[in-house]
């Protein structure tokens, strides 16, 4: 892990507005602030123009821009959004120029993948102490701001191999844990966080196959070492690869051996 940047003084909540789009908006006119401000896509898909580059963000990425920098927020929604903005003055963190969350020429738009509920919590929190503004709120507020920084940072300087794996090794990884139950491809893009037409053909450039058929053929493969080392009936080794309906893992299973299960035992013993 890379050492974390300092925080050098603790910066001051200058706004937090909740994001909620419907279809259709229109795009939004580029502009920049003195104040540092973090975009948190809780669902939903959005363009964001950063300093003229365009990134597509999704549920469970951070838009992290520098005071200064020339943005739209949040441009050309064609689908519906939720997340919030939090906008901040006074951050100054060591290595960075007063106000900067990140280096200029870094990409700004960061996944935070598994920590994506706990920094969730953190912004709804502030969100409802600004919000309220009771007593004793911005001492509360200070202190939320300063922890999700944190976090971010640790996000941002870990080089966890775990962290730095692909999104097809993520899934991968899920499906050897979970291929036993009903799993869907919207289940699978939710894991990393992307909408499912993404992951579909970001597996399919990486692996070679879809997402789903990957699944089969993890199923049919752990079929078969349970046909041949096991005399559990077909019916149960269906049921403990994902397939409750025992003729429609026959008919699958021979579709992608060109046997039936009781055949395949048969030869192979």
């Not at 003055?89 to 106000?99: A, F, I, N």
């Not at 690869?241 to 021979?254: E, H, I, Q, S, T």
Request: aromatic share 8%; charged share 20%.
């Amino acid at each position: 892990m890379e050492k974390l940047p300092a925080l050098l003084q603790t910066p001051h909540l200058t706004s937090v507005v909740e994001l909620s789009q419907v279809r259709k908006q229109k795009c939004n006119a580029l502009h920049r602030h003195e104040s540092a401000e973090i975009l948190f896509i809780q669902d939903g898909t959005a363009n964001v123009n950063v300093n003229g580059q365009i990134f597509t963000v999704n549920r469970g990425d951070l838009v992290l821009i520098n005071p200064n920098m020339e943005h739209d927020t949040l441009s050309c929604v064609d689908s519906s959004l939720k997340g919030f903005s939090l906008t901040f003055s006074g951050l100054h963190l060591s290595l960075l120029p007063e106000g900067f969350m990140i280096a200029s020429d870094e990409k700004p738009v960061l996944n935070v993948q598994e920590q994506h509920i706990t920094i969730q919590k953190y912004i709804e929190d502030i969100y409802e102490e600004f919000k309220n503004n009771d007593p004793g709120s911005q001492e509360i507020i200070s202190s939320l701001l300063k922890t999700l920084i944190i976090k971010i940072l640790r996000i941002l300087f870990t080089t966890d191999s775990s962290q730095n794996a692909t999104i097809s090794e993520k899934v991968k990884k899920y499906i050897s844990e979970n291929y036993n139950r009903d799993v869907s491809l919207n289940e699978l893009a939710s894991v990393v966080f992307v909408n499912p037409y993404h992951l579909a053909h970001t597996f399919k450039d990486e692996t070679g196959i879809a997402p789903i058929q990957y699944l089969i053929t993890y199923r049919i493969e752990v079929a078969k070492t349970l046909l041949l080392s096991t005399n559990s009936p077909i019916s149960e080794i269906a049921s403990k690869v994902g397939y409750p309906n025992a003729n429609y893992f026959n008919l699958l299973f021979k579709k992608y051996t060109g046997y039936s299960p009781g055949k395949f035992r048969k030869k192979s013993s």
